[in-house]
């Protein structure tokens, strides 16, 4: 076996944030605070934006104007006015308004002023830069949201080993006071270049992270299993290295 220490960090694959895609202001915050837990679809916050009312009072006239072209005897008419209403349904969905909510403006010919916004998935809030009354565009990063279920370790590995370590090969993660049992997992990930400091190079691992027990920063004891067929064993001290060859002594009894 290959032992070795490891870091844990978040896996950022898993790790989601928080957008506007128009400017407005909040007017009201409904998430949770840094290093709390939220779930997939949860209100965050909810913003005005008069760009975004505009919109829906757009798609509500072109709502009018498609009911009234449909009985133009022009089928060019009719066609463009579906064109029309079909333009500006498509200009809200890119704005991440659901068709729950088009299908509600269209229902009760009422825009919706207030724009809620829902955590793109579930995990633990990282970092929170909304508050009330704050204005906000397209390039604020309201909420980071880092689902810690599944993470990465990252692990330090001489390069005289990393030979035998491959992407794909499994690894066995436990805890330096053993206050926990072993976590397995396999690598994803092996660093083209070594640090010329230490002669390591990072090889990352990919975990579950049952019960969340490994936190990002936490420092793990890995070993990675060496397939190795079967090998001579010496004492150390039968060995005579002289530098350029390697002279092994076998006591045969008598002096001999």
Do not use: C
């Amino acid at each position: 076996a290959i032992r070795t220490v490891g870091k844990v960090t978040f896996d950022e694959t898993r790790v989601a944030h928080v957008h506007t895609r128009v400017d407005g202001r909040i007017e009201s915050v409904v998430g949770e605070l840094t290093g709390q837990i939220v779930k997939k679809g949860q209100p965050m916050l909810t913003i005005y934006s008069p760009e975004m009312l505009a919109s829906q009072q757009e798609l509500l006239l072109a709502s009018r104007a498609r009911d009234l072209m449909r009985d133009n005897p022009l089928a060019s008419a009719a066609e463009h006015g579906e064109s029309l209403f079909e333009a500006a349904k498509r200009r809200l969905t890119l704005w991440q308004l659901s068709d729950e909510q088009i299908q509600q403006v269209l229902r009760t010919r009422e825009p919706i002023p207030n724009i809620t916004l829902y955590a793109p998935t579930g995990g633990f809030v990282t970092e929170r830069n909304a508050f009330p009354n704050q204005k906000v565009t397209p390039e604020s990063d309201l909420y980071t949201i880092t689902d810690l279920s599944h993470i990465w370790i990252v692990a330090d590995v001489f390069e005289s080993d990393v030979t035998a370590i491959k992407i794909g090969d499994p690894a066995l993660v436990s805890f330096p006071n053993q206050s926990a049992p072993s976590i397995a997992a396999h690598v994803n990930y092996i660093q083209p270049q070594v640090d010329p400091m230490t002669r390591t190079l990072k090889v990352r691992l990919d975990a579950v992270n049952p019960g969340l027990r490994m936190k990002p920063d936490m420092f793990v004891n890995v070993e990675f299993g060496v397939a190795t067929g079967k090998q001579l064993l010496i004492p150390s001290d039968a060995v005579l290295d002289s530098g350029d060859r390697q002279t092994v002594f076998v006591d045969l009894g008598n002096g001999y």
